[in-house]
């Protein structure tokens, strides 16, 4: 009797491994189109100017020359375009898609990790001012703040415009600049390109109200300022800083303020800063739960 041969046996074929994919870029903190951080800064500017428009015409009815504003006519010209600020990063922002607050950088961040890097940079700033000062032997008392602003005529002015310099315009400004145009230029070359363009464009836009020579540290400033956006992955050391700078600038300047006088009105500069975005403060969790687009 013939047996059948036994089964042959067959190890099984191991699969190809498959390659493994290529590394990923560093990710990207949102989906920002590059373009829209320089766009929305024009588009800001023309929505004050249309809404500006309406606030002389407003106040020329009451009263205000339309070719030479009352300061508080100009005080609140200067709120609308900080105002626009905002409206213009939100608005190319939720173009985009959906947004939380922590994509423009308001959570939380580590205060020892902040405070050094802010501190070791805002001190490198004080050293290029003083340095380049006196290489252009610049006297920083002629930049004062607008006559037409009228600081030197009622205390209500003083304080309108005190608030407007140092939180109004830390909070807008840093927003826009920091919080969307460095975040969406980031998406095209990475932060160092980012923040240098960033910081360029922010000290150009102070060309109206500040003299020509005063430009370079503004821009200087601007690109820190990316740099501790960046470093602290927080706008609100931006702000901080932002803040501050503006009071003791506007302390010398503007409120001719004691050195106690500046460092209360700092103080409380800054205070009101932080009350006012802690509604929207959150932590980087906020960010990686956004909706998805």
Do not use: K
Not at 25 to 46: C, D, H, K, M, Y
Not at 265 to 289: E, H, K, Y
Request: aromatic content about 12%; overall charge neutral.
């Amino acid at each position: 009797m013939s047996s059948a041969p036994p089964p042959r046996f067959i190890p099984p074929v191991s699969a190809t491994p498959a390659e493994p994919p290529p590394p990923a870029g560093p990710p990207r903190e949102t989906n920002w189109q590059p373009w829209s951080g320089i766009v929305a800064l024009p588009a800001a500017f023309f929505a004050a100017v249309l809404l500006q428009f309406v606030v002389l015409a407003v106040g020329s009815a009451f009263g205000s020359p339309f070719d030479d504003p009352t300061p508080a006519v100009n005080i609140l010209s200067l709120l609308v375009q900080d105002f626009c600020f905002v409206g213009a990063a939100i608005f190319f922002a939720r173009a985009a898609g959906p947004i939380v607050p922590a994509q423009f950088g308001l959570r939380r961040t580590r205060f020892v990790r902040a405070f050094g890097v802010t501190a070791g940079l805002f001190l490198g700033y004080i050293v290029f001012n003083a340095l380049y000062a006196t290489l252009i032997d610049a006297n920083t008392e002629t930049n004062d703040l607008p006559s037409g602003l009228g600081v030197h005529q009622s205390t209500v002015a003083l304080v309108a415009v005190g608030l407007l310099v140092t939180v109004v315009a830390p909070l807008a400004e840093e927003f826009l600049f920091r919080g969307f145009m460095f975040g969406a230029l980031r998406n095209w070359r990475g932060p160092w390109t980012a923040a240098v363009i960033t910081g360029v464009v922010f000290g150009a836009i102070h060309v109206l109200g500040t003299d020509v020579e005063f430009l370079l540290p503004l821009m200087v400033f601007g690109f820190l300022l990316c740099l501790i956006r960046w470093r602290t992955d927080s706008l609100l050391p931006c702000i901080v800083l932002h803040a501050i700078n503006n009071s003791i600038a506007f302390g010398d300047r503007g409120g001719d303020f004691s050195i106690g006088g500046t460092a209360l009105w700092t103080v409380g500069a800054v205070a009101a800063c932080m009350l006012i975005c802690a509604p929207f403060v959150g932590s980087r969790s906020d960010q990686a739960n956004a909706p998805a687009t």
